[in-house]
């Protein structure tokens, strides 16, 4: 009986000792992935990016990428990096556009990559609607934040109709 007991004594203190470790290994994130973390790390980081238009912040909209990160925007060519980017967003705000609101409605993945699917809303001044659309991007963390990789998004709106040519 009493050999059982030290037996079951130092399972207890083997299972605790690994408890800590794996504790401590959770506690400092190293190797540890959560879906639910990356979900609140990208509304953050979407509420910057929708309001960095009221406030004229291109650098709060550019950090909301990654350094390699590429826009994908109907009818242009795909735009990477910073200065891009940077320039993607001068144009968007000469142009009146003083917020985005995004809705998020699904995100998945793992470590490696998230994908946020949703909706998104572009306001000028006094608050007035001037497009709505869906959007999917791919999100990639780096060093220890969660950036936009790859993002595209689509208007809602009907295509304009094709221009017949005219007859002589």
């Not at 909301?64 to 109907?74: E, W």
């Not at 995004?102 to 000028?124: D, N, S």
């Amino acid at each position: 009986m009493k050999h059982s007991f030290l037996n079951f004594s130092a399972l207890v203190c083997l299972v605790i000792f690994f408890s800590s470790c794996n504790n401590e290994s959770a506690k400092t994130g190293a190797g540890v992935f959560s879906l639910d973390s990356a979900k609140a790390a990208i509304a953050a980081s979407n509420n910057i990016f929708g309001a960095s238009f009221t406030t004229g912040d291109s650098t709060a909209f550019v950090n909301c990428y990654a350094s390699d990160g590429c826009i994908y925007n109907a009818n242009m060519p795909k735009q990477c990096g910073a200065q891009a980017i940077n320039g993607f967003f001068n144009v968007g705000y000469q142009y009146g556009i003083r917020k985005i609101a995004l809705t998020t409605e699904e995100v998945m993945g793992g470590k490696e990559a998230v994908v946020e699917t949703g909706k998104y809303e572009v306001f000028i001044a006094n608050n007035v609607s001037v497009e709505k659309g869906k959007f999917v991007v791919i999100w990639k963390e780096e060093k220890g934040k969660w950036k936009m990789f790859r993002d595209i998004w689509n208007s809602d709106a009907p295509a304009p109709p094709a221009a017949v040519p005219a007859t002589k």
